[in-house]
């Protein structure tokens, strides 16, 4: 068994449409499979429903929804990935992210995270790109789609 150095950073890749999106390890809580999902009556086209997990009701959405990056139809073979919310909300203490792909770990070293400015809007939900050598990757914004997720659950 090999553990990362303090010289990387542990991340998980998924598919969001047509982008890759690096979500950093530690807030990963489970990636499953074939769950049934709860619709949920008005909410946005980006927020798919609920998963039971837990004895929580979690969010479930579509990041390339949210950010404009395209469908990811809730099919059969997509994968959910749980999310620990950081914001201490108590009535969130989770939400999942919705991926065509099973979720890749990587490790990247901590000067190989190189931001890429070459876009002067990000979408919606986008912290920052970066680039993982030669490939780009979307950060999520994790607070402000936790405060979206809170707001639309609210409403």
């Known amino acids: 068994m090999s553990y990362a ?5 542990r991340g998980v890749l998924i598919q969001a449409g047509d982008e890759r999106v690096l979500l950093p390890n530690a807030t990963v809580a489970e990636v499953m499979s074939r769950v049934p999902v709860e619709p949920l009556g008005d909410a946005p086209r980006w927020l798919v429903g609920q998963i039971a997990w837990h004895g929580w009701k979690v ?8 950010s404009g990056l395209g469908e990811e139809p809730a099919a059969v073979n997509n994968k959910i990935v749980v999310l620990k919310a950081l914001g201490g909300h108590a009535g969130l203490p989770y939400f999942a992210l919705l991926t065509a792909s099973f979720p890749q770990l990587i490790s990247v070293p ?19 790109r970066v680039l993982l050598g030669e490939q780009s990757a979307l950060l999520p914004d994790l607070d402000a789609i936790e405060a979206m997720v809170l707001e639309s659950i609210a409403a």
């Open 59 to 66: 969010p479930l959405l579509s990041f390339a929804r949210l």
């Open 110 to 128: 901590r000067d190989g995270l190189l931001a890429d400015a070459s876009e002067e809007a990000l979408p919606q939900g986008v912290h920052m």
């Open 5 to 9: 150095s303090n010289d990387e950073i």
